[in-house]
């Protein structure tokens, strides 16, 4: 059994200008000790598939339909006793913004031993012991030092470490991960995602992880998932998914990034723009910006399965 | 090629402001804190020429952006000097500044949100006297097209647009001064992929058609690599390795710069696994003896954290600040220059 088996979700945000679709249909599993990587431009849905998981969508937004499996319980059924359970212990949560996560007038020792102490309970010690054990996994360097402080006296890095550290001192069967790299600088975000995937491999714990940046996850994950409009519309294994995308999107995405062999020439850009999810044209999303479209898109593109592969295109590529 | 912008030992300090309390206390001698300064940048010496593209790549709080900024004539220097075009421009002066432009990070946080977008694009045109009032609406039209803008946009306000609009606009707001120079400061840092390629499209087509000399102030390596002719590599302050983007990208030579080149991830490269770069970026307030960079340095020897290496020049064109070179150099390795003197291992580009 897969450790997550999302089916059919559909988010929805009731807003005064009409109800706007920020997930329509989106499926995935993910299985043990596997990492995940969502990829997706601003406004695809990539954070509310994270939110949604973590049943933190607020009003206006809902989620209107389909299942979240996890180890076989369908969390959308779940009570708010059980999702505090939970959360925290089962699935944890990493944001981009660390001052976000943590409280600014809590010492880390104690925001991470509350994190413990919540869902077990355990001698202050042994709370203490696990805080210490936790900090010194990411890297953390004076784990002791570290305890007492406060997050405003930690840099950016070591605020996400502490996050991340708190996020896997109960050592979760998952961990989501929204963008927690973006605001560092390139070393310390190479730290981290070399910590984090020894981590993922040691402790058998499932990473989602979340990036605008399609390079981040080329090392770090086995599953990508590209969104667009609220759909995912391809899903594969990474390096397949890199190697030869098969829906035009990720096909241009991919041709957009620079790169030194592009040195002076013009860098392919996907004409148009993202359509806002309150009006978002019939059937393919992305129809009116893709050269292959025809009538035949004017209808909503089934997923089409081929072995380990998926998309959402009438007219793949290759 | 002619220089069109050169800076000489340009250095900025910032003095950090002590309570009256603990200066009241350090003069009766109960105290012996003395006022401390930080040094944002120290001798940062550049030359850019006319219609080059020079990328300035560093962490957060190398400097980077204090060096653009003085360039731009927003902060002055501390000491060094700057010339434009032939002339002194050291002191910020309103009439010369205006052939530099400057193009920010957050297009939210640049444009006046309470402005339409004739008057953001025009006021500072208007102000200077380049064009009439009265002009001003074809004015604004000419150069919305040139950003690849609608000219009936104008009326709009800032929040109606997207990022990538709204970058459009902080473009041709520079541009409304009819500058030589434009200084980018992170200028495609918040934009989505596709959109960024939009605005480094837009960038290359400005460069051709209106002669743009740009200063290109990035942490994205990938995009720095793409666009820049030169690439200038700042660490704490100071500028470790300049040369030419082939060279920096081929043959890095700080132990720094092949360590950026090395964590930063790619598509293009193979999945390799390597050690990332340990430590982070100390602070300027207290930074370390010697060779800043030798905390973090794999290579460090005992002659690092006592002696600052100078920037010398390695081989045509190749500037590098570090003790290795001296030493490989003096082993009597004509080519170790060239060759690299430390071995990388982790990076395909690295041969």
């Known amino acids: 059994m897969a450790l997550l088996e999302v089916k059919d979700l559909v988010t929805e945000f009731h807003t005064e200008d009409g109800v706007a679709k920020a997930l329509d249909n989106v499926s995935f599993t993910l299985e043990r000790g596997k990492v995940l990587g969502i990829v997706g431009e601003s406004g695809s849905g990539k954070s509310v598939t994270a939110f949604s998981l973590m049943n933190l969508v607020d009003k206006p937004g809902k989620i209107a339909g389909g299942e979240i499996l996890f180890n076989g319980d369908n969390l959308r059924l779940a009570s708010a006793k059980r999702w505090s359970e939970l959360r925290g212990d089962r699935i944890a949560m990493v944001f981009q913004d660390p001052m976000m996560s943590l409280n600014p007038v809590m010492r880390v020792g104690a925001q991470l031993g509350e994190t413990v102490a919540i869902h077990n309970k355990l001698p202050k010690a042994e709370v203490e012991r696990r805080v210490f054990e936790a900090l010194k996994r990411v890297g953390i360097p004076a784990p002791l030092e570290r305890m007492r402080a406060y997050p405003h006296e930690l840099s950016g890095g070591m605020r996400q470490r502490v996050a991340i550290a708190n996020a896997i001192i109960n050592k979760p069967d998952l961990i989501i991960a929204d963008e927690p790299t973006t605001a560092l600088d390139v070393t310390i975000q190479a730290q981290i995602l070399y910590e984090m995937k020894h981590l993922a491999r040691q402790t058998g714990t499932a990473l989602i992880w979340i990036t605008h940046d399609i390079s981040v996850v080329k090392d770090l994950a086995d599953d990508l998932c590209v969104m667009y409009a609220g759909r995912i519309i391809e899903r594969g294994a990474v390096a397949d998914v890199i190697r030869d995308p098969q829906h035009p999107y990720t096909r241009g995405l991919i041709d957009s990034l620079p790169h030194a062999e592009n040195h002076g020439k013009r860098l392919y850009s996907i004409p148009g723009a993202t359509p806002p999810l309150l009006s978002l044209p019939p059937g393919c999303s992305f129809a009116p910006r893709c050269s292959r479209a025809q009538s035949t898109c004017n209808a909503t593109p089934p997923v089409f399965k081929l072995e380990s592969r998926e998309h959402r295109c009438f007219f793949p590529l290759g | ?351």
């Open chain 2, 1 to 351: 090629m002619t220089t069109m912008l050169e800076t000489h030992d340009l250095s900025k300090s910032f003095s950090m402001k002590r309570s009256s309390l603990s200066r009241a206390a350090s003069a009766i001698g109960l105290s012996k804190q003395a006022d401390s300064r930080v040094y944002a940048v120290n001798e940062v010496s550049l030359s850019v020429s006319k219609g080059e593209v020079l990328g300035l790549v560093g962490e957060s709080g190398c400097g980077k952006s204090t060096v653009g900024r003085m360039i731009a004539g927003l902060l002055p220097a501390t000491s060094g000097t700057l010339q434009f075009d032939g002339k002194d421009m050291t002191k910020p002066s309103v009439d010369t500044h205006l052939n530099i432009q400057m193009v920010f990070q957050n297009p939210y946080a640049s444009l006046n949100p309470r402005q339409r977008v004739d008057q953001v694009i025009s006021e500072a045109a208007i102000y200077h006297g380049l064009v009439e009032k009265k002009n001003a609406q074809s004015f604004v039209a000419g150069l919305l097209k040139q950003v690849g803008l609608d000219p009936t946009y104008a009326s709009r306000f800032p929040h109606q647009f997207s990022g990538g609009q709204r970058q459009r606009i902080a473009i041709a707001r520079a541009l409304a001064l009819n500058p030589k120079f434009i200084v980018c400061d992170e200028a495609v840092s918040a934009l989505d992929v596709s959109v960024q390629a939009q605005i480094l499209n837009l960038f290359m087509d400005l460069r051709e058609s209106q002669g743009l000399t740009y200063l290109f102030i990035s942490h994205n390596l990938a995009v720095v690599e793409y666009i820049a002719d030169r690439v200038a590599i700042m660490y704490l302050g100071r500028i470790v390795e300049l040369a030419d983007t082939r060279s920096v990208f081929a043959r890095p030579n700080h132990p720094y710069t092949q360590a950026l080149i090395a964590d930063a991830p790619r598509l293009d490269a193979k999945v390799v696994e390597h050690r990332p770069i340990q430590g982070e970026l100390p602070s300027p307030l207290n930074p370390p003896s010697g060779c800043t960079f030798h905390p973090r340095c794999p290579h460090a020897m005992p002659r690092c954290s006592q002696e600052r290496p100078p920037l010398v020049k390695i081989s045509d064109g190749h500037w590098s600040a570090c003790h290795l070179n001296d030493a490989a150099m003096r082993a009597g390795e004509a080519t170790a220059a060239e060759e690299q003197p430390i071995t990388m291992l982790h990076h395909d580009q690295v041969n």
